[in-house]
């Protein structure tokens, strides 16, 4: 008898597991974004909104901004593994950021289960148009002419506009000074206010390039973008310079995998439309759905590249998002 009822305890203890996804979501979920309203990944959390609401309810983005993406991220990765709370970030939080960062509060390879990549985005270095250069090998002399007075901004320390530049500063042997802000569009005022002198944006700064407010250089990515062709790489003076940033879905490690599955399948949807994917190549972005597992994995390569690049021994990173890379999407 003892038995046969630890056996029912058991299933019924097993009825709501097995039943989860089928009724996920039965309330409204929260996309955090870990920047301020108006950047990239703000715009990125606001069309996964819309499409996740089509699971049948609302779906609420939520900005919890600072410390390069790591504060909303971990509140994501420290909330219930439900399904409710998930976390819309890329290079920052997920990657660069635990390279750097000694006390962060969250390990993103062991708090958070990725969902899907979903796009990848080249950066592009911008600068104030008072600024007396025209080309990336212009404002090389520059900066070598000034060592030290140049100053670049970006969205805050671990972002991917932070490893861009760390970037151009070794490979090209220039010293410009990082001023790191607690999101993309903060860094952007100040730019177009001509606070500092350049920074790399991701292309939702496309307009003011084109209104004249700023003036592009060069693009961070292998070749050139067919929606910019006669921009050219940074690679093209710099050579071995080229970068690609993404932005992924997450949500708190132990979020049911059903639950996992059914967001991954809504995700690679919504990618799938032309509409969605003619939105994002206005900002100059690439969808890039992917199964969780391979999202983990070009996380894990994106961050042993940006270790590299930084001079980091990743056994002595504290929070690492390292496991098997794979080759990317």
Do not use: W
């Amino acid at each position: 008898m003892p038995r046969l009822l630890l056996m029912m305890l058991i299933c019924l203890c097993c009825i709501p597991v097995a039943s989860r996804a089928g009724t996920y979501p039965e309330k409204p979920v929260t996309i955090v974004v870990p920047y301020p309203p108006g950047g990239g990944v703000d715009f990125v959390g606001r069309l996964l909104a819309t499409g996740l609401s089509r699971l049948g309810q609302p779906v609420v983005v939520e900005n919890r901004a600072g410390a390069g993406g790591t504060i909303g991220a971990a509140f994501v990765a420290h909330a219930r593994p439900d399904g409710y709370t998930l976390l819309v970030g890329g290079t920052g939080p997920l990657s660069i950021g635990p390279l750097l960062t000694k006390n962060l509060p969250y390990s993103p390879s062991k708090d958070l289960d990725p969902i899907s990549l979903v796009v990848l985005i080249p950066q592009i270095l911008v600068v104030h148009p008072s600024l007396p250069v025209k080309s990336v090998s212009e404002l090389l002399a520059l900066a070598r002419a000034k060592p030290g007075s140049l100053t670049m901004g970006s969205g805050g320390i671990g972002t991917g506009q932070h490893l861009a530049g760390a970037m151009l500063n070794s490979l090209a042997h220039v010293d410009i000074q990082h001023i790191p802000y607690k999101g993309t569009s903060l860094a952007v005022n100040d730019l177009l206010g001509g606070h500092i002198d350049m920074m790399f944006a991701d292309p939702s700064v496309t307009p003011m390039i084109k209104s004249g407010q700023l003036r592009a250089l060069g693009l961070t990515t292998p070749k050139r973008s067919p929606l910019m062709p006669d921009l050219p790489t940074i690679g093209e003076t710099v050579p071995g310079y080229a970068m690609q940033s993404f932005y992924a879905i997450t949500a708190p490690a132990g979020t049911p995998a059903d639950v996992v599955a059914k967001l991954n399948g809504a995700v690679a949807a919504l990618l799938a439309e032309p509409d969605t994917q003619q939105k994002l190549a206005a900002e100059g972005m690439i969808a890039a759905p992917s199964s969780p597992a391979d999202a983990r994995a070009f996380i894990a390569q994106t961050t042993v590249h940006a270790a590299q690049l930084l001079g980091i021994d990743t056994a002595d990173a504290p929070h690492t998002a390292i496991n098997s890379p794979a080759k990317a999407p």
